[in-house]
């Protein structure tokens, strides 16, 4: 069974605007990660938030944590047409901080 | 990512067959995982290694067997390939310290 949950699970937005995908988990996490896959590739990891940290930003990526709520977001401000992909989180859990992953939002940007 | 490299890419077999998916890294990576991933769903774990003597069943290993030959190789085997194994398979690594894991491309796999 998979403990992360996405939403929305599909995205359509214009180029220029921002993208905000939220992450919902059910157990204790060690930390979250965010990965974005371009159709039928593999996954590319985009981002890492310890269950310690609260906020995390990379580039035009901004990653959130709400461990009271067990609960993720990811923004991607000024969206290009090239971010167009599906985004997975998945949580880390255990000694072993094996992954989880999220069902995927597909994100849409339009020229 | 080159660092990681499966093969093959594609394959399409029939059912009852038995076949096997290789999977090689140059990262140096001691942790190594096989992954399925179904159309509009998340990836789920098949199997995953620690290093070269440590094999570990994840949530869907019934049908699937590995071998870890060395630290840069981790093979998947479908002893009797049925239809509902149609998938796209993924390889992937993990240094544990960082704990971020990075990706083969895949192998898009057929069932008939």
Not at chain 1, 13 to 40: D, F, P, V
Not at chain 1, 43 to 48: E, G
Not at chain 2, 37 to 63: A, H, R
């Amino acid at each position: 069974s998979q403990q992360g949950e996405e939403d929305p699970q599909a995205l359509s937005i214009q180029e220029g605007e921002n993208a905000t995908m939220n992450c919902s988990y059910k157990t204790s996490i060690n930390n979250l990660q965010w990965y974005r896959q371009n159709s039928g590739r593999g996954l590319v990891h985009l981002i890492l938030i310890r269950s310690n940290e609260r906020e995390k930003h990379s580039g035009r990526l901004r990653v959130t944590l709400d461990t009271s709520k067990k609960s993720s977001s990811l923004l991607i401000t000024a969206s290009r047409a090239a971010d167009t992909a599906s985004y997975f989180c998945a949580s880390a859990a255990g000694a072993n901080s094996k992954l989880t992953f999220g069902k995927g939002i597909t994100l849409s940007v339009r020229p | 990512d080159a660092d990681v490299t499966q093969t093959p890419r594609n394959r399409i077999t029939k059912t009852g067959k038995r076949i096997m998916l290789e999977c090689s890294q140059t990262k140096g990576h001691d942790r190594m995982y096989w992954y399925r991933q179904d159309p509009g769903l998340g990836l789920q774990l098949i199997y995953y290694s620690f290093d070269v003597k440590d094999i570990n069943k994840g949530e869907i290993s019934d049908g699937y067997s590995v071998s870890r030959q060395a630290q840069a190789k981790f093979s998947l085997s479908l002893e009797s390939a049925i239809p509902n194994q149609t998938a796209l398979y993924f390889c992937a690594t993990s240094d544990p310290g960082k704990q971020t894991q990075y990706f083969g491309p895949g192998t898009r796999l057929l069932v008939l």
